[in-house]
Each structure stands twice: as C-alpha cells, then as structure tokens.
C-alpha cells in the first residue's frame, strides 16, 4: 500500500512566516543577506547576496516546528524553482542540537520535486562531517535551506510546499 505523503508546509498567499527566519553569516560579521517573501502566486522565494567579505560565505532560512514525531517517513519532498545553483536541505533533531542534517541539492531553473532521503543525511557542524551516525529519522524540530558555494553570487529558490514521506 502506498502512503500519502504528509504537508509539512505549504507556501499560499495566508500563509504566516512567523516560524521562518533568516540567519546569514553577519551573526559570524559577515555580509551575505538572504530574504524570505511570499509571491502574489502564493510561492515562498527566499533570495539575497553571498558575499565572501569579512570570512563570510552563506545565508539561510530556517523554520523552526513544534517537535514533530516521525512515523516511518522516509524523505522529505520539496517542491522548487531553483536558479541553477546548488543548495543543501538541513533538519535538526532537536532544537537545541548544535550541528544539523544536511542534504546537498542542484537546482535546475525549472520546477521540480526534490526527494531528500533520511538515511543520506549526514551530521554536520560549522560545515564539518561530524563522526556520528547519519540521520535516525524519528523526530526533527527545524528545517532549513542554506547556499554556502564558497563564492560571490545572487541566489534566488521558490519553494512551494514541503512533504514528508
């Protein structure tokens, strides 16, 4: 039997941000600048600058949830309009954990579902592989989408909505 996959976020025009954040690398000085707006069409797009001035070199957005349980979900479905760059997805077990789960992605310019598989996430803090076991897939408390190409560049990613599976 196949499952439904579950609505983790759906971007619309109602949709509250409240729960998103930007975080870019002026908390380390610094000075990337990310966005996150919402479209007339109802498309989350999180935009901005990576600048490598001051050691700097990324931006992102997070979006932190009440713990959420998970039930035998195996990935996270992401509908996007990329800008041709490479992105990673990042989920944290637990609030408070220092380092992240990260996923890398490429985008294509076009609409596409992206599946980020659980058991290919690696631990990761500060940009560093952490030795820990990958991603155990039973509770994740925020998400997150970060670009840290180690360049100058504009980056532009709509997202639409957001399923586990």
Same mark, same amino acid.
């Not at 996959?5 to 000075?31: I, K, Q, Y």
């Not at 789960?101 to 294509?108: H, L």
């Not at 690696?122 to 408390?141: H, I, T, V």
């Given at each position: 039997?196949?499952?439904?996959?579950?609505?983790?976020? $759906?971007? $619309?025009?109602?949709?509250?941000?409240?729960?998103?954040?930007?975080?870019?690398?002026?908390?380390?000085? *610094?000075?990337?600048? *990310?966005?996150?707006?919402?479209?007339?069409?109802?498309? *989350?797009?999180?935009?901005?600058?990576?600048?490598?001035?001051?050691?700097?070199?990324?931006s992102s957005v997070r979006y932190k949830?009440?713990?959420?349980?998970?039930?035998?979900?195996?990935?996270?479905?992401?509908?996007?309009?990329?800008? *041709?760059?490479?992105?990673?997805?990042?989920?944290?077990?637990?609030?408070?954990?220092?380092?992240?789960?990260? &996923? &890398?992605?490429?985008?294509?310019?076009?609409?596409?579902?992206?599946?980020?598989?659980?058991?290919?996430?690696?631990?990761?803090?500060?940009?560093?592989?952490?030795?820990?076991?990958? &991603?155990?897939?039973?509770?994740?408390?925020?998400?997150?989408?970060?670009?840290?190409?180690?360049?100058?560049?504009?980056?532009?990613?709509?997202?639409?909505?957001?399923?586990?599976?």
């Open positions: 039997m196949l499952s439904t996959p579950t609505l983790l976020f $759906d971007f $619309d025009t109602n949709c509250e941000l409240l729960r998103w954040a930007v975080v870019d690398d002026v908390v380390m000085g *610094g000075r990337s600048y *990310g966005h996150l707006d919402v479209t007339e069409e109802g498309h *989350g797009v999180f935009y901005g600058d990576v600048s490598l001035d001051n050691n700097g070199g990324f949830m009440n713990p959420l349980e998970l039930d035998g979900q195996k990935m996270v479905l992401v509908r996007l309009k990329g800008d *041709g760059k490479r992105y990673q997805f990042r989920l944290k077990e637990n609030r408070f954990d220092r380092h992240s789960y990260v &996923y &890398y992605f490429e985008t294509t310019g076009d609409w596409q579902t992206i599946e980020i598989p659980f058991d290919a996430m690696y631990p990761s803090f500060r940009g560093q592989k952490l030795d820990m076991p990958n &991603y155990s897939a039973e509770k994740m408390s925020e998400i997150c989408f970060l670009i840290a190409n180690y360049k100058k560049e504009e980056f532009r990613l709509v997202i639409d909505e957001i399923f586990l599976d």
